[in-house]
């Protein structure tokens, strides 16, 4: 029986893995001449407002009126300058971001990624195709084992490639209902499909793994055609009316084929034409590519719809992390298939007997009888008056056990040089060759492996990039035609660009690809902010415990820190509405006490005043009685 202990799978899985636990981010910047200098003012703008906001908010004070910038505005220029490079957006940015960000959800790149990803592993190439289908710009993973291409490129990316072709085979029906198909067509493609394949009748040095692909295939309603798609690189010859403004600056304005003057400018640009050529005979879908995108400051240039990457292509090839083990993982196989074979040889240990020293009257039976039941062997060295200095005994071992032990070194020899080849070691697998060996050992093999494969990590992350950018440029198309296609958006952007005139088409995008750190180690040290912000009372332990259930292992990371965020500054929103209901509290009694100490000495002035007109009342009456009785007595003395 032939087995097959297969060590790339792993490898292969663990790479994707990773892949997988790294995470994305998708950041849209504009990148034209335009944009930079709308960049530049704003950075002016933002510094001249910092520069005054200590007045307007003086101003704001006092007169009361809003006078204050309502922006953010960073505290220094550093800060500006990081700002501007790194988080301001203007609603172009925004909307594009958003879009991009919509379309990547829709058509599911997140488990798309991985495998365009298997493909560079295994083939060590990877294609993906970027069109508008149904209105909207779509992607979709292309069989690197079918497509053809020109290996007279310079580059892993294959940026001066001047053609792309790709195979697959379509069922007759749906191939007849898409590229409208005749009666006498098909019967034309059934009789030329018995006898030809592509890789003869037109001599293809393609690069897929089987050239020779018939033109048609199966039986019945199973009957399937072979549809081969191609673009190739083109150049075409344009009319522009020059003309120079007041400041010296040239525009140029297209005008018809037919203009003459001396004024228009013929310019050569790169177009890309197409074809389909369906079960080798009938030709359709002929004619310029549609939708080239193109730069606002450079239109000589397109690219074409397929998006490649060749990992390590020298030489006209690239040859991929499988590829390599492929011999050590056949040459395993034979060795573990061997010592299958040797145990399946394999006996138990076994001895000799000399019978001609079995005692006098036994046999064969009761020496085998007493050596099975109770271990003992009875032998009789001097039968017949002849002493047998011999032994009766003589094992013999027919087990594997030096055998055995052979194989296994050569199948881990042929581990270490997988490991060695393909980047992946057993640390970096969770693997760890001994209990004994130290910690430091461990990191610093797992760091060496992961050192051997960021190349590869690093061109898959530009290949996404450059199939985002293509991306984008195909929104701008769409954009420009029909924009009410991307209302869904509205609510990502946080622009209403549906009622605002957004100039997204008269820019050009960057799209560039953020590796955030992997999510198992995110996740854990979301966990631990999370401890720390409920041991400082940030957060409350029911919004920890929702917190721990959405960003937990598998969940959304960065929503669960958007919503830590957001908890963290409504608990210390809600904290500072409390202190300052304390302090007006505070500043409430304080004015009452301060009240009630008024009150209580303007008691006791009125108090004292009272006595002061009781005590003069009192005098003048007393005076009064006085004069009254001086006078009584000065009567009674004239008297």
Not at 89 to 112: H, I, N
Not at 216 to 236: P, Y
Not at 556 to 572: T, Y
Not at 602 to 626: F, L, T, V
Request: charged share 25%.
């Amino acid at each position: 029986t032939w087995i097959n202990y297969n060590k790339i799978r792993g490898k292969v899985n663990l790479l994707i893995g990773e892949l997988n636990a790294k995470g994305y981010s998708i950041r849209a910047r504009a990148e034209n001449k335009d944009a930079v200098a709308a960049r530049l003012d704003k950075k002016l703008e933002m510094l001249s407002m910092m520069n005054i906001k200590g007045d307007l908010q003086g101003l704001e004070e006092m007169s009361g009126l809003p006078s204050a910038p309502q922006e953010f505005l960073p505290d220094t220029e550093a800060e500006l300058e990081d700002h501007i490079a790194n988080t301001y957006k203007d609603q172009s940015e925004k909307v594009m971001e958003a879009a991009l960000k919509f379309l990547v959800a829709k058509y599911e790149w997140q488990a798309k990624r991985l495998g365009q990803f298997r493909d560079l592993v295994i083939t060590g190439r990877t294609f993906c195709k970027v069109e508008i289908e149904d209105g909207l710009p779509k992607f979709r993973r292309v069989d690197p084992r079918y497509m053809v291409f020109d290996i007279n490129s310079k580059d892993d990316f294959l940026s001066d490639a001047t053609y792309f072709g790709e195979v697959r085979y379509l069922p007759l029906a749906d191939a007849r209902q898409i590229y409208d198909l005749t009666d006498k067509e098909i019967e034309e493609i059934k009789d030329s499909g018995e006898n030809e394949n592509y890789a003869t009748a037109f001599n293809i040095n393609s690069p897929a793994s089987d050239n020779n692909l018939d033109f048609v295939t199966g039986s019945g309603s199973s009957l399937k055609v072979l549809v081969f798609h191609a673009e190739w690189q083109d150049f075409k010859l344009i009319k522009r009316k020059k003309s120079v403004d007041k400041f010296g600056n040239e525009h140029f304005k297209k005008v018809k084929e037919n203009a003459k003057g001396k004024d228009i400018v013929n310019t050569k640009i790169k177009t890309w034409r197409k074809g389909t050529l369906i079960g080798g005979l009938v030709m359709r879908d002929w004619g310029l590519k549609e939708n080239m995108t193109r730069s606002i400051d450079d239109i000589y240039d397109t690219r074409s719809s397929y998006v490649p990457l060749c990992h390590n292509f020298v030489n006209y090839q690239s040859i991929s992390t499988v590829d390599l083990l492929k011999g050590l993982q056949d040459f395993k196989n034979v060795s573990l298939y061997n010592m299958q074979l040797a145990i399946n040889r394999a006996g138990p240990k076994g001895f000799s007997y000399d019978i001609s020293q079995i005692p006098e009257g036994w046999n064969i039976e009761e020496v085998l009888k007493y050596l099975k039941t109770a271990g003992v062997a009875v032998v009789n060295s001097k039968k017949d008056g002849i002493h047998s200095p011999g032994q009766a005994f003589q094992e013999f071992d027919m087990t594997i056990s030096n055998s055995l032990n052979q194989y296994m070194s050569v199948s881990q020899m042929i581990d270490r040089e997988m490991d060695e080849i393909g980047g992946v070691n057993s640390e970096r697998q969770g693997q760890v060759s001994s209990a004994s060996q130290a910690v430091g050992v461990t990191n610093a093999a797992i760091t060496s492996s992961q050192l051997a494969t960021e190349p590869m990590f690093e061109a898959f992350r530009k290949f996404e990039e450059n199939m985002l950018r293509e991306l984008a440029g195909l929104v701008k198309i769409v954009y420009g035609e029909d924009k009410e296609i991307f209302a869904p958006i509205i609510g990502d952007a946080g622009v209403d660009f549906l009622a605002n005139d957004v100039d997204l088409h008269l820019q050009d995008y960057g799209v560039f690809i953020t590796v955030v750190p992997p999510l198992l180690a995110d996740h854990e040290k979301f966990n631990q902010l999370l401890m720390t912000a409920l041991q400082q009372g940030k957060i409350e332990i029911t919004d920890a415990l929702d917190l721990v259930r959405e960003g937990g292992s598998g969940g959304d990371i960065d929503l669960a820190i958007a919503r830590l965020k957001r908890s963290i500054e409504k608990r210390d929103a809600d904290r500072q509405q409390q202190e300052m209901a304390m302090q007006q509290q505070q500043q409430q009694s304080q004015m009452q006490q301060q009240q009630m100490q008024q009150q209580s000495a303007m008691q006791g002035e009125e108090m004292k005043g009272q006595r002061q007109e009781q005590y003069s009342e009192q005098g003048h009456q007393n005076r009064m009685r006085e004069t009254a009785f001086k006078e009584r007595m000065n009567i009674q003395n004239k008297l």
